[in-house]
């Protein structure tokens, strides 16, 4: 590996409530539940310095209410927080509702993360960096969607890759589809999931979805969950890639976990299909556990 990544994206505080039956309406319903690090981006580069990468950076904002205790757990995950403290905006919180089968709900005010600003970019950021990371929350609102074009310009002017994760299909719903992929024009790599992929492209088979999106992001990894991945290389989709089979208990972070993985092994040489078995182990181990981050200490 020549340098770092850096990933530019959001930091949460995940509010994770596992019930084992299903929710109560107008009473109480018995669950565990855990105040964790989160946050797409932050999720990622901890997966990234998990996986191997010696540097790993992540530019976010917060609130000045858990800003301190998100950087003391960025760096105890071997990230180095390159946090902007917003005193005007509380850090994002997410609750995250996981079910017995291990799915989730997710209830998001994005606070500060979205209010990420063209004043809080630098093109020295990209200094020593191998790699760009976006993530694709950064789309949804104005002020953090500039600002992620500004970066993914910038890097661009310097011949960094860059990879974008779609991150939410009712956000990019919300949004759009053609302005969402408008936004992520000029990214080299794209990772949307098995919901999103079909979403972005109108065809419900995944392989297919791959297929034309890799026609327009030079590689392409779709995440199918339990299923494993497919990687689609300049309009060809390769043999898919399987996961490896474990009892899952919270799905959340599966997918970061995966990308970070992914990115990990492209950094260090990895082709796309070995690349893809890397994040498809991530992605097992990562749902073995309660919250978005891997275990650490």
């Given at each position: ?13 995940d ?34 310095a ?35 403290r ?32 063209v004043?809080d ?63 992520a ?15 972005l ?35 060809q989709a ?19 976990a ?16 070995s690349?893809?078995?890397a ?19």
């Amino acid at each position: 590996m020549t340098g770092a990544l850096l990933v530019v994206g959001d930091v949460v505080t995940d509010v994770v409530a596992r019930h084992r039956t299903p929710l109560a309406p107008a009473t109480d319903t018995a669950a565990e539940i855990r105040t964790l690090p989160g946050g797409a981006g932050a999720n990622v580069a901890c997966w990234a310095a998990r996986s191997g990468c010696a540097d790993v950076r992540i530019l976010a904002r917060v609130g000045t209410d858990w800003a301190a205790w998100h950087e003391e757990r960025l760096r105890c995950a071997g990230v180095r927080p390159l946090l902007v403290r917003d005193p005007g905006a509380p850090t994002a919180t997410v609750v995250a509702l996981v079910d017995e089968a291990a799915e989730r709900t997710f209830l998001t005010d994005s606070g500060a993360a979205l209010r990420i600003g063209v004043g809080d970019w630098s093109p020295t950021l990209l200094d020593g960096v191998s790699h760009l990371h976006l993530s694709g929350y950064l789309f949804f609102a104005g002020t953090s969607r500039e600002t992620a074009r500004l970066a993914l310009a910038t890097a661009r002017e310097r011949g960094v890759p860059v990879s974008v994760d779609p991150a939410s299909a009712g956000f990019v719903t919300e949004l759009g589809v053609d302005r969402f992929l408008a936004a992520a024009e000029g990214a080299d790599v794209l990772l949307p999931n098995a919901v999103e992929a079909p979403l972005l492209t109108g065809l419900a088979d995944p392989a297919g979805a791959a297929a034309a999106l890799s026609r327009r992001f030079p590689l392409v990894a779709v995440t199918l969950g339990a299923a494993g991945a497919l990687v689609a290389v300049s309009g060809q989709a390769l043999s898919p890639v399987p996961a490896p089979a474990v009892r899952a208990v919270d799905s959340t972070g599966a997918g970061d976990a995966f990308t970070g993985a992914f990115l990990a092994a492209r950094l260090y040489g990895a082709d796309p299909a070995s690349a893809a078995e890397a994040g498809c182990r991530a992605g097992a181990t990562a749902v073995t556990v309660l919250g978005g981050r891997p275990m650490v200490g």
